[in-house]
């Protein structure tokens, strides 16, 4: 018979087990569920790993094609290789990588094979040692150049490349006999794996970084001016319907956290712009796109979206102050801050549709009126009161919605200048409702005008009539 110790310890093995297969039960339900989550929220995700895996399938073909492999030899995984580092989800972030890394590619290896032939001319003595101070050398300038701003943000991969190919084609060509037929043979297969990557890029399901710049920055402004129209729906409620309003009104409290996305999109914003630049002229978007106005653009947002946060966290704050003077300032403060979200709204449908804005300079207009308002009533109210305490969380808001009144202002000029400078559509949208208004208006709410003007000339001309008749008798 077992003893009871052995039974006990069979029994925890056993559930040892099984709570270590439900552990990865539920681990691989969570990938198959979170798989999912990303392939519906974005299937061109889906088409880009597809897209990789033909590039990859079709380089790999001068590896397995032996007539292709005689005249490459292991030099074809070069190909997959670029594949591999290249290939990237957007065009333009695409085409950067690509080009940084073929131009890259041909000056270090010219110039590694010229380091090479002179080092060469010093001997069998002095040719390590030349070779190894050209690699120093051009070590040591190529990461110093990559600190400066631009070469940083635009061209940083291409010195990285530059600095490994040099090194790889000096140092390997101490070895090698024949040194320009393993350059050559790099070089080619490195250019047909970035020629595989660019082309199924541009021509296989493309993404634009450029589009996605676009309107990623017109959803910001939408985001903004959801915010707005909802702290007024939130800040300015009842205190008594506080509770009942917060079980029901979800929707503007998710629009209250909508400004986040906006904080942290700069290094976003920053990337889009770059990948952006590489891109090719396509659809509405033409090469050399004004792309710095959209990165004046999202600066701007950001701002303006952290003086929502200061809102947001007055807004949740225990010391709500005067109830009173909230009141005061209630209608003044809501006119500001829905004629703001309006006029973010139409910028933000501006871009979305690149036609020029309608009506976002007279939003703008009227909230820097209320402005203009409100600041009196402030300093009016600020003489008056003597509990000063009272009045600070409120006029808090108050100034911090006038700063968001004066960037939307600039936001509105930046978006002008940008219609202007690629020629947005303009919309006439008064031409077709004011025809019918105005005939409607002649016609049902002044007819006897009408009429009397009609009357008028019918009797101008029966009377010239008669005067020509009368005439005409005495003549005869």
Known sequence: MASPNTNQEKSGVVGRVLALSKVLKKKVLGICRLTKEIAQDDPRKVIHSLKVGLAISLVSLFYYYQPLYENFGLSAMWA?????????????????????????????????????????????????????????VQAAIASFI?????????????????????????????????VLEMAHKRLSTI????????????????????????????????????????????????????????????????????????????????????????????????????????????ALSRQCAYRMEAIDANFNSDIKGSQEFRSTIQELCSEMSLESSKAFKELGSSIRTMTRPSSSDTHVANAKSAVKSLKSLLQSCSRKETDLLSLIPAATVASLLIDIVEITDKIADSVNDLATLTGFEVVDTDKSPKVPSQSSHCECDEP?????????????????????????????
């Not at 061209?155 to 000096?170: P, Q, R, V």
């Not at 707005?228 to 998710?254: I, M, N, R, W």
């Not at 009429?451 to 005067?467: G, K, P, Y």
């Open 80 to 136: 997959v290789m670029t594949v591999v580092v290249v290939f990237e989800y957007t065009v333009g972030a695409t085409l950067g990588k690509g080009l940084n890394r073929t131009i890259a590619t041909l000056a270090a290896g010219a110039l590694g094979v010229g380091a090479h032939y002179l080092a060469s001319l010093s001997g069998a003595t002095g040719e390590p040692i030349l070779i190894g101070a050209f690699v120093f």
């Open 146 to 178: 990559r600190f400066f701003p631009k070469v940083k943000a635009r061209y940083d991969y291409g010195m990285l490349i530059f600095i490994l190919t040099f090194s790889l084609i000096s140092v390997s060509g101490f070895r090698e006999v024949e």
């Open 191 to 298: 250019f047909i794996g970035g020629s595989a990557c660019v082309m199924i890029s541009i021509f296989v399901c493309p993404v634009w970084a450029g589009e996605e710049f676009h309107y990623s920055i017109a959803h910001k402004l939408e985001i903004l001016g959801d915010f707005l129209e909802a702290f007024v729906h939130e800040y300015f409620k009842p205190q008594e319907g506080e509770s009942e309003d917060s079980k029901g009104d979800s929707k503007d409290k998710s629009f209250l956290e909508g400004y986040k996305k906006v904080l942290n999109s700069k290094s976003i914003d920053d990337s889009l712009a770059n990948f952006a630049k590489w891109e090719p002229g396509h659809g509405k978007f033409r090469f050399r796109h004004p792309w710095d106005l959209y990165l004046k653009i999202g």
């Open 448 to 476: 006897v005008s009408k009429t009397d003007h009609l009357q008028v000339v019918i009797l101008i001309e029966e009377s010239a009539l008669a005067v020509s008749d009368s005439e005409k008798s005495n003549v005869v």
